[in-house]
C-alpha cells in the first residue's frame, strides 16, 4: 500500500503534464513547458530539506569515502548517452561525426565506470554486485521495457493526433490525461491486493493489457476519431496500474535492507533510462518507417498504374468544374495526391512503431518466472 500511495504521485504527472503542457503551447510557447519545472524544482528541493531523513543505516555511513570517479564516470556516460538519443534522429545518427564521438564517449565511459566500481572503488556509489540477484535483474529489464513502452507510445500518440488529425496541443494532451486518471485509480486496488495474494498475478495482467493496448494503436487509421484515440491510452494507462506496483514490490522484496538505496537507485536509472531510449527509438523508428513507405508508395504515381491513372484524371475532371483552369488542374491533381500518400505513409510510419513497442512489451513476459515472491508470502505462517 505504501509503494501504491507512492505511485499515486509518481503518476500524477502523466494527468495534469498534458493538459498543463498542451495549454501552455497554444496560449504563450513551448519555451514555457520548461521553464516551469524551474519554481517546481525549487519546490522540490524545500520539501526534501524539510522532510526527507536517511534511515539510520545510511547514517552510520556517512563517514566512508566518497567514490568521486564513480560519480565522474556516471555523469559523463548518462550525459553523453542522453545526448545521443535527443538528438540522433535530427542528426542522422551514426551519419554524423558528433553523434559518433558522444557514443564513443559513453561506451567508454561505461566501461570504465563499471570497472571502477567492481575492483577500484571502496565504497561504489553504484554497486553493481546487486544484478547477481537474479529477480532483481530480471524486474530492472522488465521495468526498462516497460517504461520503454510507456513514454515511447505516449509521444507519438500526441504526434499522430496533431500532424495527421490536425489537433491542437491541447487537444492531443486531453487524449493522454485519462490514461494518466485510469493509472491513478488502480493503483490502490492493486496496493491492497498484493498485500495478501501473489503480486505475479496483476503484473501479467499490467503487461499484457500494455501489450495489447499499444498493438491496438498500431491499428490507427486516418478516420479514427477523439475515443479511437483515448480508449487505447486508458487502457495502458491501466496496464501500467497493474503492473508498477507489483514489479516494483517482486523487483526489490529480496534485497537486504542496508543495500535497498543501491537497489532503488539503479532501478529508478533504469526506468529513466528507458523511457528516454524509448522515445528515441519510437521517433527514429516511426521517422525510418514512414520514409519506406513513402518510397514504396510512390512506386505507384505512375502512368502505368491504373488507380494512378484513374485518380488524375477524376481530378482533372473535377477541377475545372469548378473554375480552375484546366493547364493549372493537372498540376494540382498531381499535388493532392502526393499530398495525401505522404499522409498514408506517415500513418503507416507510426502504426509500425506501435507494433514493435507492443511485441517488445509482449517479449518480456518469459521473465516473470524469474522473480520470486516476497519472502512473507512465501512463508508458511502467511498462509499463502
Given amino acids: 500500500m505504501a509503494m501504491a500511495i507512492f505511485g499515486v504521485g509518481a503518476m500524477f504527472g502523466p494527468i495534469a503534464g498534458p493538459l498543463m ?29 524539510l522532510f526527507i531523513q536517511d534511515p539510520p543505516y545510511l547514517r552510520e555511513r556517512r563517514g566512508e569515502k566518497v567514490d568521486r570517479w564513480g560519480i565522474a564516470l556516471l555523469v559523463v556516460w548518462i550525459g553523453a548517452l542522453q545526448i545521443v538519443v535527443d538528438k540522433g534522429q535530427r542528426e542522422d545518427w551514426f551519419h554524423s561525426n558528433f553523434i559518433l564521438v558522444l557514443t564513443a564517449v559513453s561506451i567508454l565511459a561505461l566501461l570504465l ?47 499522430y493526433a496533431q500532424l495527421l488529425l490536425g489537433y491542437t496541443a491541447t487537444l ?10 485510469a493509472t491513478l485509480l488502480a493503483m490502490p486496488v492493486v496496493g491492497r491486493f498484493i498485500g495478501r495474494h501473489n503480486p505475479k498475478y496483476p503484473l501479467v495482467l499490467g503487461i499484457a493489457v500494455c501489450a495489447l493496448s499499444t498493438w491496438t494503436m498500431s491499428r490507427f487509421s486516418l478516420e479514427a476519431d477523439f475515443n479511437a484515440l483515448m480508449w487505447p491510452r486508458i487502457y495502458l494507462g491501466l496496464g501500467m496500474g497493474f503492473l508498477f506496483i507489483p514489479l516494483t ?128 508470502q512465501t512463508s508458511p505462517v502467511s498462509g499463502h
Avoid at 577500484?120 to 522488465?142: H, K, M, Q, Y
Avoid at 492531443?172 to 486518471?181: F, H, M, R, Y
Avoid at 473535377?318 to 493549372?328: C, I, K, M
Fill in 172 to 181: 492531443a494532451g486531453l487524449v493522454l490525461s485519462p490514461g494518466g486518471v
Fill in 249 to 376: 514490490t517482486l523487483t526489490l522484496s529480496s534485497v537486504p535492507e542496508p543495500q535497498m538505496g543501491n537497489a532503488t537507485g539503479i532501478y529508478n536509472l533504469l526506468r529513466n533510462l528507458g523511457g528516454s531510449i524509448g522515445v528515441a527509438f519510437s521517433a527514429t523508428m516511426f521517422a525510418r518507417r514512414a520514409q519506406v513507405h513513402q518510397s514504396q508508395l510512390a512506386e505507384h504515381l505512375t502512368v502505368l498504374d491504373e488507380g494512378f491513372r484513374a485518380a488524375v484524371a477524376k481530378g482533372q475532371a473535377l477541377l475545372p468544374s469548378r473554375g480552375v483552369p484546366e493547364a493549372v488542374a493537372g498540376n494540382a491533381t498531381l499535388a493532392r495526391i502526393y499530398q495525401e500518400l505522404i499522409r498514408q505513409a506517415t500513418m503507416m510510419g507510426f502504426n509500425d512503431a506501435f507494433f514493435i513497442l507492443s511485441v517488445m512489451m509482449a517479449c518480456v513476459l518469459p521473465l516473470l518466472f524469474l522473480l520470486r515472491r516476497p519472502a512473507h
Fill in 113 to 159: 565506470f563499471v570497472i571502477v566500481e567492481l575492483f577500484v572503488a571502496e565504497n561504489p556509489v553504484v554497486d553493481l554486485r546487486a544484478f547477481r540477484n537474479i529477480s532483481f535483474t530480471s524486474g530492472n529489464v522488465v521495468m526498462f521495457v516497460a517504461f520503454f513502452n510507456l513514454l515511447g507510445s505516449i509521444v507519438l500518440l500526441p504526434l
Fill in 21 to 49: 503542457g498542451g495549454y501552455i503551447t497554444d496560449t504563450l510557447s513551448w519555451r514555457w513547458i520548461f521553464y516551469v519545472n524551474i519554481p517546481i524544482g525549487l519546490l522540490a528541493v524545500f520539501m526534501i530539506s
